[in-house]
Each structure stands twice: as C-alpha cells, then as structure tokens.
C-alpha cells in the first residue's frame, strides 16, 4: 500500500502554461507539505497543512496555489509556469505539525520548456 | 553561516566499511533530528528519527545527536551496496509551525 503517492510523476509542459499537481496520503495524519527540490538536490519546504488549514506558507510566488480539500489530499496548481519553476515537487505528510519524521511521496518531476 | 550544514561528499566505501555522516548546526532551538536516504529518481525515505540528545540504534544504523556540539551524526555498520543513495540530515525546533530543515545531502557509493 503507497503510503504517500503523488500524481503525475512526471509533467511536461511549455511557458506560460497552468498545472496541477494532486497528492494522497493514506497514513492518517493531520499535517501535508509541499516541498521543491532543485537540480542541486536541495529540499525547501513551500506550503504546509494541518487538517486542511494552512499554517506553513514560504515566500514562494503567488503562481503556485496550494488546496487542501480534506486531510488526505494537497494539491498544488501552478499558474503562468515559468522555466525556474523546472524541479521535482514532493508531497510529504506527518502526524502532526511540527513534530518531524515527516513521510515523503515520490516526487513529480516538472520541465518547463 | 547557513543553518544546517552537511559534509559534501561524495563519499566511496568499500562494501563491509563502517560509514560515518555528519551534520552541524546553528539553531540551538532545533529538538527533533531526523536522517532520511534519497535513492536516485525517488523520494526521501526516513531512517531514524531522534529528540535532543542521545543515540538511537536501529539494525546497522546508528544515530547520534550531540546538542552541545549542535552536532549530529549517522553511523552505517558493514555498508552494503544497497547503502548506494543521498543521505540528507534534517531538523526542527518544537512548534506547531515549525519547519523541516535539510542538509544538502552527501552522496554515498558502497562499492563492491
């Protein structure tokens, strides 16, 4: 059973384009994240959720648009995607906020063309 | 001084080498020390997970956490070619809006 599962894995797609990224988590926790990592494998935290309330919110640019429709889920849209937005996006999730050991779905690999 | 801060790498073994990774930090706020390995193409995957100081064993992974040192390491006990991945540290101070966080990772490679 995937505890942690992400769609899609991976996302082509030109400039200027709208996508969105959905994940799922089946561990029945309280807490979802977004996080990005770069070409240089660096792990930065964007968005986070508790119970479907946002309680992390980075300096990201307001392209990106996270929604929690319910504890499970976090999907991230992305609006006007720009070549800098190329990186691998993952979903993670953890009992609780603050707490770490924080699991980790597969990741979605998005070029921008 | 960045706040977490992880040897470079990349690091070769040979296969049976006790292995020895290692992170520093500034925060002294951070409470919650986690090591998670990253294969190539996949997502992070938690090893070991710690509160304050101590040591915490788990098969051939042993963690040590030194907060007066605000030092942190990962102990791999006969490294094993499937040991191959990135090895990331990562922490947190207590609190509700507390964030992850990570090393850059060091990348690991058991050779046979």
Not at chain 1, 74 to 96: K, M, P, T
Request: hydrophobic share 30%; with cysteine; aromatic share 12%.
């Amino acid at each position: 059973d995937t505890a942690v599962s992400q769609t899609p894995k991976y996302l082509v797609t030109q400039m200027g384009n709208d996508k969105s990224i959905k994940c799922e988590q089946n561990l029945g926790h309280d807490t979802m994240y977004w996080y990005k990592q770069d070409s240089k494998k660096f792990l930065k935290i964007m968005f986070s959720y508790n119970n479907k309330e946002l309680i992390i919110n980075e300096t990201v640019p307001n392209r990106f648009s996270p929604k929690s429709p319910d504890k499970a889920h976090l999907n991230l849209h992305i609006n006007s995607l720009e070549l800098g937005d190329s990186a691998v996006y993952f979903c993670a999730s953890s009992q609780a906020p603050g707490l770490g050991g924080q699991f980790f779905g597969p990741g979605t690999r998005l070029t921008v063309l | 001084q960045k706040e977490v801060e992880q040897d470079p790498g990349p690091l070769s073994v040979p296969e049976g080498a006790i292995v020895s990774l290692n992170c520093t930090y500034s925060n002294s706020a951070f409470q919650y020390f986690m090591w998670y390995r990253q294969y190539s193409r996949k997502g992070p995957e938690l090893l070991m997970y710690t509160y304050s100081s101590g040591n915490k064993e788990d098969g051939r992974f042993t963690a040590q956490v030194d907060k007066s040192s605000k030092y942190i390491s990962l102990f791999i006990r006969d490294s094993q070619p499937s040991d191959s991945a990135t090895y990331l540290c990562a922490m947190n101070p207590p609190g509700a809006n507390s964030k992850l966080t990570f090393g850059k990772g060091i990348t690991l490679s058991v050779r046979p």
